[in-house]
């Protein structure tokens, strides 16, 4: 399967816990994007990497949350010391990006967080 | 921050009945999307109009794109209960890498086809 993965698919922490996802990519795809999705809410955009370089974050990502996309290959997001309102659904969504308009992203499945 | 607003929120309809879903915009786009999500999974891409053009069919599928009012919408003619999900549209955004290098996406429109 060449489409984008996520793991884990769903995640159960206590408040306080460090979390981790990962996303793999479209093996050629050289953006790859993160953003989050609260229940009954669009997806709302946290940051993104232009192969390994960060190139934006978004308000919405406290110094608690970091991202990587070493070698420009997989990436992570890690949140540190969990908050109940962290709960919500990560989306990773990847694409060929070279030009300078956005055409279809291609989204993984999604990994749900759930805060205690 | 969010530029699309789907019309209405949510939606329910008959089987084989069609589907209207509006999304206003408030900024100039260069191109325009939409997006469904079946409940817990991810996005799945389902059409992309640009600027210039007014309509784009695919399938079942018709999106209108009017520029002057920001304003799109996607029928979705013969509805089947498999049709069930949320749709979302989305327009590209400035995010500082140059070009309009992502997406910002509305809130959905959430459609239910009784069977």
């Known amino acids: 399967d060449t489409g984008v993965s996520q793991d884990p698919r769903h995640k159960i922490t206590k408040r306080g816990q460090n979390v981790t996802f990962r996303c793999d990519p479209i093996s050629e795809h050289n953006r790859l994007y993160w953003y989050r999705q609260t229940l009954g809410q669009g997806p709302e955009f946290l940051t993104y990497f232009q192969n390994e370089a960060q190139l934006e974050k978004s308000r919405l990502l406290s110094d608690r949350f970091s991202a990587e996309r070493p070698k420009g290959s997989f990436s992570t997001l890690e949140i540190q010391r969990t908050e109940q309102g962290d709960s919500a659904m990560y989306l990773c969504?990847?694409?060929?990006?070279?030009?300078?308009?956005?055409?279809?992203?291609?989204f993984g499945e999604g990994s749900r967080l759930t805060v205690l | 921050s969010q530029q699309g607003e789907e019309d209405p929120q949510a939606l329910s309809i008959q089987e084989g009945e069609n589907a209207t879903m509006n999304c206003s915009y408030k900024t100039s786009i260069n191109n325009l999307q939409w997006y469904r999500q079946n409940s817990g999974r991810g996005l799945v891409h389902l059409i992309l109009i640009r600027s210039n053009e007014r309509e784009k069919h695919s399938g079942r599928l018709r999106v209108t794109l009017d520029t002057s009012k920001k304003s799109s919408s996607l029928l979705i003619t013969a509805s089947r209960a498999a049709d069930t999900a949320s749709y979302f549209c989305?327009?590209?955004?400035?995010?500082?890498?140059?070009?309009?290098?992502?997406?910002?996406f509305g809130k959905g429109t959430h459609l239910i086809i009784q069977p």
């Open positions: 969504a990847s694409i060929e990006g070279w030009t300078s308009n956005t055409g279809e992203l291609f």
């Open positions: 989305a327009t590209d955004v400035y995010l500082g890498g140059g070009g309009a290098d992502g997406l910002t």
